[in-house]
């Protein structure tokens, strides 16, 4: 039975069937009355070969159920229509039942085609109405200082001619009253836009000169300032100082959403990720030419950036106190003294002496015991990332609110919130035998993780020295270049600290020297 119906199916005889139908319509007033009634007997002699079809797969179907199979329906449905020739039947079935089922399908596939044109005209309409919408929100302050002036004219008009009621007038002052809110809300917003494209421009100069300066250095290394031209650089930086007016502006620059700190702030925190993922990588290939220890290298750079934060922290403070001190003298207004202080700061980031704290930077690596290199060699090797680190440093503590790097010593608990391990490490080992790059904080939230060397047996003891020949051969280390002013027996007290001294962290090492 169901191949008979799949054949029945695949003929598609009521397509056929339906086809024949439309092409009569269409040419029913054309065709003669022989054609027209021709056509009608093709479609009945072919509506009798489907009716036979079907019969037979009634017949099939009935039979499938027993003797008595389908009799209840075929009773009730089949023996009235046969009854009444097809077009009458007992119950709530009228005349027109069976060319209205015929008609169903036809209908539902103008509804579906009337849907998809309504879709695709709503969306239309859509694109009309944004446009419109967009054409509403331009003509926005128009349409408020009109409402503004009709206003004016109204209220003269009304105290002219008394043809306004006092109701009238209350409701013109409402109206009044909330367009120029919204035009002080939109004021407030497009001098923030200002603001943004100020700093923006200011920032992208300042990044082409930081740039162009940085080349320059690199090509041209520049040598520490003496005493003379540090004291000129001091007078610079005060009479920038006496002569400077602080001119407030949207925002407070201590707020926490200070364009200036949000957009610095996020500067710099890439500039902190490039400095490990490149120029940390560099340093690490230069000093690998001159020692093999793959773990004092990592000390080193290390070792370059606690230094340069502890070197600009404590030259920024010194910076913001003489910057305070001149600025209480000529400062006056409904600002703050502390907000002129941080407005100056912010735009006066780069008065301070680079080459001194590069400087003070490498005497601190001299000092320090747990990193070492060849006799040979001096730290002058890495001033190049000396020279950024301290850069960074120096911008990160010049922020209204400051970013710093955590605290971290040898043979510390390993504090996941922080660090990350390192490929090398061993991870179930608890505490950290040295440090591969700081965690960047800010407060007390993290902002970057840093990297450290989990390995066990960690302790604050010395790290051995390198074994290479050179080592071996001269006990004595030979001065560099950076340590030609200092003794023999001053150098030598400096790479041979005490033991109570080798268990300080390098903060409170520095502070001790």
Not at 194 to 206: I, K, N, S
Request: proline content about 5%; hydrophobic content about 35%; aromatic content about 8%.
């Amino acid at each position: 039975m169901a191949e008979s119906l799949k054949r029945l199916v695949n003929i598609g005889t009521f397509s056929v069937l339906q086809e024949k139908l439309d092409r009569w319509l269409d040419d029913y007033y054309v065709n003669t009355c022989d054609q027209n009634t021709a056509r009608c007997c093709e479609i009945i002699e072919l509506n009798a070969k489907v009716q036979g079809q079907l019969f037979k797969l009634l017949s099939l179907c009935a039979q499938e159920g027993g003797m008595y199979g389908g009799a209840n329906i075929i009773k009730s449905r089949l023996l009235p229509w046969l009854g009444q020739n097809f077009f009458t039947s007992g119950g709530a079935v009228t005349a027109d039942t069976s060319l209205s089922v015929l008609a169903e399908a036809a209908a539902k596939d103008r509804e579906l085609s009337e849907l998809q044109e309504m879709y695709e005209k709503s969306l239309d309409d859509l694109d009309i109405e944004l446009q419109t919408a967009r054409t509403e929100n331009q003509d926005l302050k128009d349409e408020l200082q009109e409402t503004k002036l009709e206003l004016d004219r109204s209220v003269r008009s009304s105290t002219s001619d008394k043809m306004f009621t006092e109701m009238e007038v209350n409701d013109l002052k409402r109206k009044l009253a909330t367009s120029e809110e919204e035009i002080r809300t939109l004021r407030s917003k497009s001098g923030l836009l200002a603001d943004y494209q100020t700093e923006a421009r200011r920032l992208r100069d300042d990044i082409a000169l930081l740039s162009a300066r940085r080349d320059v250095l690199i090509k041209y290394p520049p040598e520490p300032l003496t005493a003379l031209e540090r004291i000129k650089l001091e007078e610079r930086l005060n009479d920038l100082s006496l002569y400077y007016r602080y001119t407030p502006g949207v925002s407070s620059p201590l707020a926490t959403d200070d364009p200036v700190q949000r957009v610095r702030q996020q500067s710099l925190i890439s500039r902190f990720n490039d400095l490990f993922a490149q120029d940390r990588l560099t340093t690490m290939d230069t000093l690998r030419r001159y020692s093999d220890d793959h773990e004092n290298n990592q000390r080193i750079c290390f070792a370059i950036m606690q230094e340069a934060f502890n070197v600009a922290k404590l030259e920024f403070r010194s910076f913001k106190m003489k910057t305070r001190a001149n600025l209480a003298k000529t400062h006056y207004g409904p600002d703050t003294l502390e907000e002129a202080v941080q407005d100056y700061i912010n735009r006066n980031t780069d008065l301070y002496d680079l080459p001194g704290m590069v400087a003070d930077v490498i005497r601190a690596l001299n000092r320090n015991p747990r990193i070492f290199l060849p006799p040979d060699t001096s730290y002058a090797v890495c001033q190049p990332f000396v020279r950024e680190a301290v850069k960074l440093a120096w911008q990160m503590s010049a922020l209204a609110h400051p970013l710093d790097i955590a605290v971290a010593t040898d043979a510390e608990l390993f504090d996941d919130t922080k660090y990350r391990r390192s490929y090398d490490s061993e991870y179930t080992a608890p505490l950290v035998n040295h440090h591969v790059w700081p965690c960047l904080v800010h407060g007390s939230r993290t902002l970057v993780k840093g990297e450290a060397v989990t390995k066990r047996g960690a302790s604050l003891g010395t790290p051995r020295r390198s074994r290479s020949p050179a080592c071996a051969a001269s006990p004595v280390r030979a001065a560099s270049p950076l340590r030609s002013s200092l003794s023999p027996s001053r150098f030598s007290r400096s790479r041979s600290p005490s033991p109570a001294r080798r268990g300080l962290s390098p903060t409170r090492r520095a502070r001790f020297s």
